[in-house]
């Protein structure tokens, strides 16, 4: 069976096709904040690599963050359009699980000077948590993801990030589960609810 593999969740966008256990074709774009602008002509060209439609994909599978709010939105929302278009199930997968495999520390870039950042052993050892490295305790574990962040760990960091065959190995057995955002804090964009009184 066909995936498509979608994740916005870091400042790389991912896209990839897989058939089975088996990357065909895969991107790494390094998006910033552009998401909304880059993730769609990269489907098509991930697509036409792989030398497959969309209405050929069984399945899609889309990171639910961690990550920034406008980001996270642009990625998930494609997928669930997408596979409402083709009528194919969408799995939502913690984007941690998608960085590395085996025991490790997963830790990425959370912004405001923080880290978004969870730990494996056999399985997920806690929930994704978003903290300041310097206050983080780790486990014994090799740390996996975000390079930059290890002077203030004050541990060493193996660059990683979120690929497609981790986002295949993320999908937890069983019928997709609704895809709820991971975002573990408000947005930074927040309306302003302060009123002014009309003067009469």
Known sequence: MLTLAIDTATPTLVVG??????????????????????????????????????????????????????????????????????????H????????????????????????????????????????RPEELELPDLPVVGDERFAERLGRAVTATEVSTAGLLRAVPAGPPAPLTPLYLRRPDAVPNINRKAVSQ
């Open 17 to 90: 096709v897989a058939d089975g256990d088996r990357v065909v074709a895969e991107a790494g774009v390094a998006s910033g904040t552009r998401h909304a602008e880059l993730l769609t002509p990269t489907v098509s060209e991930v697509l036409a690599r792989a030398g497959v439609a969309l209405r050929d994909v069984g399945r899609l599978v889309v990171g639910l963050g961690p990550g920034p709010y406008t980001g996270l939105r642009v990625g998930i929302v494609t997928a669930a359009a997408l596979g409402d278009v083709v009528g194919v199930p969408v």
């Open 92 to 131: 939502g997968v913690c984007s941690l699980d998608a960085v590395g495999e085996g025991p490790r520390v997963v830790v990425t870039d959370a912004r405001r000077k923080e880290v978004y950042w969870r730990a494996y052993g056999d399985v997920p050892l806690g929930d994704p948590a978003v903290d």
